[in-house]
């Protein structure tokens, strides 16, 4: 699981803009959001500060994602 803590990169972005499954391999399951979730999540939806995403990966795919979604670097492609 990773949540987008208040500033993070990938807040008010969406999936296909961040292109995280490509640069990350990681794959995201779903996205809850305050008490909704939303299982396989729509590729062009806005991600905001306080979503939850659980991520399917290798360990390092993972990390990659969390790195895209909560820093300011874009990790290389897997």
Known sequence: RIAL????AGAGK????LELRS????L?????????????????????EGDVLVVMGQPGQIDS??????GDGLPASP
Do not use: F, K, N, Y
């Open 5 to 8: 803590r208040p500033g993070a």
């Open 14 to 17: 969406s999936l296909a803009e």
């Open 23 to 26: 640069r990350t391999g990681a």
């Open 28 to 48: 995201v399951l779903s996205i809850r959001r305050g008490e909704s979730d939303m299982p396989t999540p729509d590729p062009r939806l806005r991600l905001e």
């Open 65 to 70: 994602a969390r790195t895209l979604l909560q």
